[in-house]
Every structure is written in C-alpha cells, then in structure tokens.
C-alpha cells in the first residue's frame, strides 16, 4: 500500500481518534475499521464533544428537517448555534426509526431502522469518513478524507461480511458482488459523503447500512435514510468540522430532542 495513502484511512473514536486500516482479506482492503463500542451509558455528551450538528423533523414520519450546528470551547461554555435560524435538510422518504448510535435509544415504541426501509436513523451519532470524487476535501476543510476510486464499495448486502463498511477490492481479485455496491457512479448527489455512524458498532446484519451526509438531489426529493441539503451547505459543514473536537450528529423529532435534551446533554 502507497505509504502517502494509508496515513488518510483513519477512523473515529469518541473523543481522539486515527488509527489505520491495514491488509488485504480474501482480495479485499477494509477501510474505517476499528469503530468504537457503544458505551455503558448515561446517555450524556461529554466534555471532549465541543461540536455537535442537530436535526430536527417535526414528527417521526416527517422527511424534513432544519439543521443546526453548534460549537463551544469546553464544558463550561454555553453551545453557540452558527447558522441562523438553521438550514433545511432531507430526510429518508419515509421518516425516522431508532439507529443505532452512541447511546442506547428510549423503548418507546419506535421501531429500529432497517435495511431498506427508506427511514433515516435517530440518535446521536459519531461521524466517520469524508469520501468524495475529488482529489481532495473542499479547500480548508481538514477532516480525514478518501478520495472515490474506481475499485470502492460500500457494501449494503446484509449476508456479506463486509456489511456496512468501505472496502476497496483489489483490482486482479474483484468479488461477483463488487458492480452492485461500487461507489464511483458519477452521480453529483455524492460528491461529498461524509459516514454517519450508524449500525457500526458492529453492524448489525439488516440493521442499515451506508448512512451519509450528501447532496440533496433536489429540494423536494428525500433519501433512501441519509441527511442531505443543498452543496453550499454541506461543504461549509465539512470545513468546519474538526475531529480534535470531536463532532457529533444529533437527529431526532422535535418532541424527542425537548424530552433527551437535558438528560444527554444536548445542545
């Protein structure tokens, strides 16, 4: 491996992260591994966290949402909201189901998310890769960042044991399901995906797969289950992000965030 390429495979853990993915399994190089474990939780963002980007959709089968991000210095510092009165974003088609996050999730009758169900995941979520078609991230962004090549994947096939990673295959030993779960399809809707970790820790098989911040294709067209938004948006968010503060994803219904607020300590 091109020494020059491994240093960007990092991945993420709670608060400092980038170790690097190494070797090559049955013709295939895993990227992004080494996820965290869900912690024994009290369900609260601690200290390290001094980024946190929230969603909000008005109930759990809204596909709407108004995107907000936050910063502060340290722990005794009140959140500071950056954009306003926030941004629109989209949602999957059919709303929202529990992820699986960082914390464990209320038993309130919503179900988890599922392979294919067209809902995005709810919960709080670290963020992983930056993956995009160009030779390098949006200029003055710093988070860690693999350029799209023709040998990616990103697989969602539930009985694979590559199930919700980023492989690159090898280009002498490329596998039968390589073609239905490449990443380089030319499509502007990702030219930045940026990995909401959801269902990573491990995966669970049927659990959702391939979660991301990208393009919106339209203003009026939802998502299989990722976040997206207009492309001004989602580059400035990427030059903001900084992993030694260790960023996270907020998505959940309005009523849910007012009831979690206090006790997981969000924004």
């Given at each position: ?190 030219k930045w995906m940026l990995e909401i970790r959801h269902n990573q820790n491990p995966a669970v098989p049927g659990g959702g797969s391939a979660i991301f911040f990208h393009v919106r294709r339209g ?8 976040t997206t938004m207009a492309v001004e948006h989602l580059e400035w968010m990427i030059r903001w992000l900084r992993p030694e503060d260790s960023p996270h994803y907020v998505l959940l219904p309005r ?13």
């Amino acid at each position: 491996m091109d020494p020059a390429f491994a240093k960007k495979i990092m991945c993420v853990d709670a608060i400092r992260w980038f170790g690097r993915a190494k070797g090559w399994v049955v013709g295939v190089m895993i990227l992004g591994v080494g996820m965290m474990a869900v912690p024994e939780v009290h369900g609260q963002l601690g200290g390290a966290v001094r980024q946190v980007i929230v969603a909000t959709a008005a109930d759990w089968d809204s596909n709407r949402a108004v995107m907000q991000c936050y910063e502060r210095g340290s722990v005794r510092e009140a959140w500071r909201p950056l954009l306003g009165q926030g941004v629109p974003v989209l949602l999957g088609r059919e709303g929202l189901a529990w992820g699986r996050g960082v914390f464990q999730v209320p038993q309130n009758g919503v179900p988890m998310k599922k392979e294919k169900d067209w809902r995005a995941p709810a919960g709080v979520f670290q963020l992983g890769m930056l993956f995009g078609y160009a030779g390098g991230a949006p200029g003055g962004a710093v988070w860690p960042y693999v350029q799209v090549g023709k040998w990616d994947a990103y697989v969602d096939d539930s009985s694979s044991p590559y199930y919700n990673r980023h492989v690159r295959v090898r280009p002498d030993q490329v596998p039968p399901w390589f073609e239905k779960q490449r990443m380089r399809l030319g499509d502007a809707a990702y030219k930045w995906m940026l990995e909401i970790r959801h269902n990573q820790n491990p995966a669970v098989p049927g659990g959702g797969s391939a979660i991301f911040f990208h393009v919106r294709r339209g203003p009026d067209k939802p998502s299989a289950g990722c976040t997206t938004m207009a492309v001004e948006h989602l580059e400035w968010m990427i030059r903001w992000l900084r992993p030694e503060d260790s960023p996270h994803y907020v998505l959940l219904p309005r009523a849910e965030y007012g009831a979690l607020r206090e006790g997981w300590r969000l924004p």
